[in-house]
């Protein structure tokens, strides 16, 4: 006997969706803004600016005497924020592995009662969990500070993203967007959006203070051992009147009928940007030294990089 169509039951494979969505409806608005390309450039530049600058500072200079462009900014910025880049994908990455195995102990996703669900008081710890970690994170990370200062400095501002994407996410798996008024989608994306910019700033904030640290690092490295700098050897066929810890001037080509030319020697690069050499002496330290600025483009100016000193 023919069934008429509208009692068949079901294809298995074509019932609807779960009400509970998972990790993608949460992350999404914070994803689009993660691979945004002009949010990861302005990181780029931001933290190469960051850096740069404290550097500078740390040197007893200001960051606007080196000159250094946008292309510089990005280009010095590639290898510390691809390492943080790492870190949020790794992070990503354990997120799903966590939502995998919480999603299929939810109610509406297994499909079991609350009672014969062994896993359920796990379940609803987790849940609990998540709710607190905008709380507990922040608080974990600065107590790491007592063992760990510089990793608690640059990971605290990103305990704090991460803690309310978390709430964010323990809040949508309680079904607390699915409220029924027609106004409740706006909030959802307004809540969502807002979640998503407390966590882009986050993420500057953490490059911010990795950026401090990476500046202090480089200034800390040349007051220690300025010969780990490579060595500069200046000819020249005038006087320069060069002064400094360490530098030697000598007088090379007096004879009759040739131009006196002039050498100088214990010199060290700090930098080249903007079209100039910046330059500091073997004797140079933060208290008792200068930094030598140099023309690239100099026709009467011969520099050499040497191993060891000059």
């Known amino acids: 006997m023919d069934r008429a169509p509208g009692n068949d039951p079901p294809h298995p494979f074509t019932r609807q969706p779960p009400v509970v969505e998972g990790l993608a409806t949460v992350l999404r608005p914070a994803i689009s803004l993660l691979a945004n390309v002009a949010v990861v450039t302005a990181l780029l530049v931001y933290f190469g600016w960051r850096r740069s600058s404290v550097h500078a500072q740390q040197l007893g ?18 290898r510390p924020v691809l390492v ?25 996703r297994s499909g079991r009662r609350h009672g014969g669900d062994p896993a359920r008081p796990l379940t609803a710890w987790v849940l609990r969990l998540l709710t607190w970690a905008w709380l507990v994170l922040p608080t974990a990370v600065f107590l790491l500070g007592f063992v760990w200062r510089a990793v608690a400095y640059v990971l605290f501002p990103a305990a704090i993203g991460v803690g309310v994407l978390l709430l964010l996410y323990a809040a949508h798996l309680r079904g607390v967007d699915a409220a029924g008024d027609a106004h409740a989608p706006r909030r959802v994306q307004v809540l969502r959006a807002s979640g998503a910019l407390i966590a882009g700033v986050c993420m500057f904030w ?20 300025v010969s780990d700098l490579p060595g500069v050897v200046l000819h020249s066929d005038r006087p320069l009147h060069l002064e400094g810890p360490g530098v030697t001037e000598q007088r090379v080509g007096d ?7 002039y050498r100088y020697g214990g010199l060290r690069l700090l930098d080249h940007s903007g079209g100039r050499y910046f330059l500091v002496s073997d004797g140079w330290s933060r208290e008792h030294g200068v930094v030598l600025v140099l023309p690239t483009e100099d026709p009467g100016v011969q520099v050499q990089f040497v191993r060891g000193s000059g």
């Open 84 to 108: 943080l880049l790492i870190g949020v994908a790794v992070a990503g990455v354990l997120w799903v592995l966590l939502d995998r195995w919480l999603v299929r102990r939810l109610p509406q």
């Open 61 to 78: 200079l200001s960051e606007t005497v080196f000159g250094i462009t946008t292309q510089d900014y990005l280009l010095r910025s590639v």
């Open 206 to 225: 953490t490059a911010a203070n990795y950026a401090y640290l990476e500046g202090v690092q480089l200034a800390r490295a040349v007051d220690e051992d």
């Open 255 to 261: 004879e009759a009928g040739e131009e006196p030319a």
